[in-house]
């Protein structure tokens, strides 16, 4: 847990070094205790540019640290920026650079970080590092910060609460234990490819339970299921009742289905969904195929079609959304697996493509309101370009007409040329990645590669938005299509994306730490191991 000071802590005095100023927020030593009690380490990771200005002294800084733990408790690290604004250090937040050296010193690695503050500047650092974010406003956060942030809770002791309740709720402890040697599991998204993939990481702690995991998809998500670690056997069969573009129910259709389902043997069945959807019919059809065990997130009653009957509250990350089912069902992954995006091993990408540290431009989606604007997409690639960045644009065969508007003469056009497992492995030899809301942002993810999301608020960005991987979202956050779910843009002139400013682009991969033509640099932040004292920001 990585805590920031003035206002998450205690009350913002700016620019203060003096200890008899310190207040605490209401409820924080209880909070933090409560971190404590559960085995999590705490850091602090704080701007003060007073230190520049000569505002205060070091030895004052130490000083109203000292009183903050006299009033909270002791934490495991104080990680601090002295630069003032316009320095150009990679330390003062939201630059990533206070949040990998905090994790560094807490032995760990930023996605297993989470970072509470008051302002954006505190969840953009964390978003910028991989760690997630969470962000407790103040009077002084502004509301196009509340409203681009992944997360917001109303107080520290709500965003303790609701840390530790997540982190239980991807723990088989927390259901009655871990289950071995269960045989053979139907596991099931009959999504699009990036649904596919964001269920990877619970897909893996089924097959570490499991002699064999056959998985039923449909025909969108196909490709991405090949592509997912611990999957033995694809079934592809269309869910009329999932499928964005249903025919009708057709008996003889489902009849094949049932047949299909109890050609399998499964032991059980784990039926993934997203929010939106029900498990309700395919749990009827499992039954009717002889299925003993079924698990699901289900709200609706389900009768006696669900064995495990599983809740989730709303805006939960999809990964982990599905991993709180696996739990629930009795799953974990491997000791020795961690609770992130994975791929199977790629091929090498197009040659075409180059050298690896390209940025790779996907400007599609396949729901329009997801994708970026022709005219915009071709502007940052310009952008990108004068910068210095070499640049792959890619896209599927509908959209060859796409890319090769967008990539112009300056860029590598791959559009058309890559399926699924070939833009894996053109997206695995990039720097970073320039994406919706869409599946190569889920690709990127999987293989620790940034992401620049140009993210239409169409659906929430915590729930939805790239997975414990160096993130900078761009966008208007409360554009009038927020939360409408929108498959074409509803508003005329896609607002919520083209008021973005190609110059943003590439500051966002400035603060990724994406030099042009290489791959990030992020093992060296020019950030101090340790600074203690100060206040201000």
Request: glycine share 12%; charged share 20%; hydrophobic share 45%.
């Amino acid at each position: 847990m990585l805590l920031d000071r003035d206002g998450t802590l205690i009350e913002d005095v700016p620019y203060n070094g003096d200890p008899e100023k310190v207040r605490a927020v209401p409820g924080a030593r209880v909070a933090l205790d409560r971190l404590r009690a559960a085995g999590l380490r705490l850091a602090v990771v704080t701007n003060q540019s007073g230190l520049a200005r000569g505002l205060f002294s070091e030895g004052q800084l130490r000083a109203v640290h000292a009183r903050v733990e006299r009033l909270l408790g002791r934490f495991d690290a104080w990680l601090v920026c002295p630069h003032e604004e316009g320095a150009g250090c990679g330390c003062r937040k939201p630059a990533p650079g206070l949040v990998w050296a905090a994790a560094r010193e807490l032995g760990t690695v930023p996605s297993r970080c989470v970072v509470v503050g008051d302002i954006g500047r505190d969840v953009v650092a964390a978003s910028a590092a991989g760690a997630s974010g969470v962000l407790v406003p103040t009077a002084v956060t502004r509301a196009g910060e509340v409203a681009a942030a992944a997360r917001v809770v109303g107080d520290l002791s709500g965003a303790v609460a609701e840390i530790l309740g997540r982190q239980a709720a991807v723990d088989p402890a927390s259901y009655g234990g871990v289950r071995r040697g269960v045989g053979t599991v139907l596991v099931v998204r009959s999504d699009s490819a990036g649904d596919v993939l964001v269920t990877g990481p619970a897909v893996r702690a089924v097959a570490a339970g499991a002699g064999r995991v056959v998985m039923l998809c449909g025909p969108r998500g196909r490709a991405a299921a090949e592509l997912l670690p611990g999957v033995d056997e694809v079934i592809e069969h269309r869910l009329p009742w999932i499928d964005p573009s249903p025919g009708v129910v057709d008996p003889v259709d489902m009849r094949l289905l049932v047949d299909r389902l109890a050609a399998v043997g499964a032991d059980e069945a784990v039926v993934f969904t997203s929010f939106h959807q029900s498990p309700l019919p395919l749990a009827l059809l499992l039954r009717l195929a002889g299925v003993s065990r079924v698990s699901a997130i289900s709200d609706d009653y389900p009768g006696s079609l669900l064995d495990v009957r599983h809740r989730v509250p709303v805006g939960v990350p999809e990964p982990e959304r599905a991993l709180s089912l696996a739990a629930a069902a009795g799953f974990a992954l491997a000791p020795d697996d961690e609770p992130a995006l994975r791929l199977r091993p790629t091929q090498a990408p197009p040659p075409e493509a180059g050298a690896p540290g390209y940025v790779v431009v996907h400007p599609g989606s396949a729901s329009q309101a997801r994708g970026c604007p022709p005219e915009l997409a071709a502007r940052i690639v310009r952008a990108l370009v004068a910068a210095g960045h070499r640049v792959v644009v890619t896209g599927g065969p509908d959209e060859r007409e796409l890319t090769a508007l967008v990539a112009g003469d300056t860029a590598v056009d791959l559009g058309g040329r890559t399926g699924l497992a070939e833009l894996a492995a053109t997206v695995a030899g990039a720097a970073a990645v320039v994406v919706g809301n869409t599946g190569p942002a889920h690709l990127a993810a999987a293989q620790d590669v940034p992401v620049v999301s140009l993210f239409a608020p169409t659906v929430p960005f915590g729930q939805w938005g790239p997975w414990r991987v160096p993130t900078v979202r761009l966008g208007d956050a409360d554009a009038p299509c927020r939360d409408t779910r929108a498959a074409r843009c509803p508003v005329p002139g896609h607002p919520c994306l083209s008021g973005i400013r190609p110059e943003e682009v590439v500051e966002a991969l400035r603060l990724l730490g994406v030099p042009p033509a290489s791959r990030p640099a992020r093992a060296d932040t020019g950030v101090p191991a340790a600074v203690s004292g100060g206040s201000g920001r």
